[in-house]
């Protein structure tokens, strides 16, 4: 649940702190306050595209924060999501989110002051915060998005994702018989050019440490004169010289010797001595074996150089490090292999493949089955709902068309999102197309929603398909538990008795999980729990976006406002006053009903 959100510099918004609620937050306003403002704000803050033109003129950075209250099975994915990538959060700990954007287009996003990647926020998205928009009901008309409808109403996502993995499968298998389908010149020429790659690194023979070796022989050579000069002062400083270090040393030990007797606190010191000359002996013997090994040797080092350019060479064609052309060998050879008993290969191919498309067409079947059983249930749910948004005569359909098993390279069209049109049977979603079809009063034929659904009717079938889907996921998990659903003017093209019905379905989205509105009909702001107030001011010649919630007459003014009639301003407030105690009166007796069903429930068992 969203507790708060915070926008500072974000396009008209100066500085902005709404905290909001759990049941229904309505937030009105004059055309063009700024309410869509917030949910784009709210967008961003969860991994929408950003863009350096919401920053508010003049200033560096816009910043938007927000906090939520993570419960349930949302909750849990969260945590573990985040656990992955090193944030932890504790069980009872709320979760803040900020992202901050700066004029010059960069973009930084942190939780919980942990700084994390856009790619983070969207994965969190579904189980903070959805989102829906004019945008989102145009795309209801999207075949694709109808299967998606489908299967998740349904519980068939698991199947999907069975079915997407074979699928994946069978398209790496047709794709490697396909290149085996070639004509035998082809082929020849082919293996010859392995070949000669095989043989030329087979010659070459690169190991994967030799390259940091020959680098630090070839600086020695290259630099072998001085060398042998600093090498040679370095013994002579610590062992060859009258007065070595060691010579030096040797004389102290022998000065300690005598005090000895004299004073015993020195025994340690001679230890110490001792210990040194040991060490001080080891290096001079290092150095005088090394620097009998030094010597300029021009064959040599142009013998290195000639190595590493050869290396350097393969290096750049085949864009490997000297370890990975370890693994090009390998490739080529097993690539080789397979052309020179190709016939072998394909067979072995043909054998894997026809196995695949066994499973594919057992798991594609039931897919298939459990899409056309859940269709009639959808349809029956979505057809009842839609009479409580004041669509009685309405009629829904879930229609589901199933594709022919092929045989062959057949595959689907990319981007084939028309009017319910077949893709194909060998697709990642299975062998159907999903069309949901409407017909919106008695008499007409069901038609396909973007031939027959206005604005207005596809907000509502998208508030009914949502609420069915919420209800269908509460029986099986508690994912529904603690998100949030945004409408961002669902109730465009709607009004009287349909607005009203919204509003009523928005209620009853709200009694289990938090809902934000953007709405213009006060049949629908008459039903909030809390209620927002978006305005816009002009200070010091600059235009501001304020919220306030809006509480006992401030609200009253607020849906007086909304209905109009300002010529009799007393009467649309004495309306609004109605409007508001009829609404709340309504929900008293239904949570009395529902009180008094849930006891006879528990007195049944």
Known sequence: MLRFLSIINFAVIPQLRIEFHSGLNLLTGETGAGKSIIVDALSLLLGARAS?????????????????????????????????????????????????????????????????????LKAMQPYLVEIHGQGEQQALVSPRAQLRV?????????????????????????????????????????????RYQLAELERVNPRPEEEEALAGEKMLLTHAERAVELNAKAFAALYESDESILAKLAAVRRWLQD???????????????????VSLSDASDSLRQQGAGLSSSPERLAEIESRLAELERLKRKYNRSVKGLQEVREELSGRLHELEHWTEREHELQLELAAVEREYEAAAGELTACRRAIAPLLAERVTAGLGSVALDRARFIAQVETARPQTGWVEESEGDEGDGAQAGYWTPRGADSVQFLLSANVGEEARPLNRVASGGELSRLMLVLRTVLQQEEAKTKAQAEGGTLVFDEIDVGIGGRAAEAVGRRLKALAATQQVLCVTHQPQIARFADHHYVVEKHVADGRTVTLVREAEAEARVGELARMIGGSEDVETARETARWMIGSAAQKETRQAARRRAGNKRLGGGR
């Open 150 to 194: 489908l299967d998740a109403f349904g519980g068939c996502v698991g199947l999907g994702h069975r079915v997407a993995e074979t699928y994946a499968r069978w398209r790496r298998l047709t794709e490697s018989l396909r290149s085996f389908d070639k004509d035998e010149t082809e082929r020849a020429r082919t293996l010859d050019l392995i």
């Open 259 to 277: 005090l000895l007797p004299i004073d015993g606190r020195v025994a340690p010191l001679l230890e110490s001595i001792d210990a040194a000359t």
């Open 52 to 120: 350096s033109v919401v920053v508010r003129t003049g200033e560096r950075a816009a910043l938007v924060e927000g906090t939520f209250e993570l419960n349930g099975g949302r909750g849990e994915a969260v945590r573990e999501l985040l656990g992955a990538i090193g944030v932890r959060l504790e069980v009872n700990e709320d979760l803040t989110v900020r992202r901050e954007l700066q004029s010059g287009g960069r973009s930084r996003v942190f939780v919980n002051d942990r700084n994390v990647t856009a790619a983070t």
